[in-house]
Nanobody, 128 residues
């Protein structure tokens, strides 16, 4: 019911920046909590950041706090992840996710099982 397409990934040097975008289809984008997850080779998919339906609340993994910023533009059906001060350990495939029933607390927002729709992912590689 919701299709998500990520873009903006690429190769960047350590300390550099990237901005990921996730474009969503449908007319009910503002009804969805949005999240970013990432998966490195050989590892499980992990939570990165999430944003509430209105954009008034944000949630971040400890590993990215102070470096990443999630935002959304409901008029454009798009969620963004601004990534600054990138580190080699940030290297992963980054996935955009939409959750219909996520409540406004961190445990719910950070749980990948609570999201209903997922994008195809975009590769982020940070060189040292």
């Amino acid at each position: 019911q919701v299709q998500l397409v990520e873009s903006g990934g690429g190769l960047v040097q350590a300390g550099g920046s990237l901005r990921l975008s996730c474009a969503a289809s449908g007319r009910t984008f503002s009804n969805y909590f949005m999240g970013w997850f990432r998966q490195a080779p050989g590892k499980e998919r992990e939570f990165v950041a999430a944003i509430s339906r209105s954009g008034s609340s944000t949630y971040y993994a400890d590993s990215v706090k102070g470096r990443f910023t999630i935002s959304r533009d409901n008029a454009k059906n798009t969620v963004y992840l601004q990534m600054n001060s990138l580190k080699p350990e940030d290297t992963a495939v980054y996935y955009c996710a939409a959750g219909r029933n996520i409540l406004g607390y961190s445990d719910d927002a950070s749980s990948r099982t609570r999201y209903d729709y997922w994008g195809q992912g975009t590769q982020v590689t940070v060189s040292s």
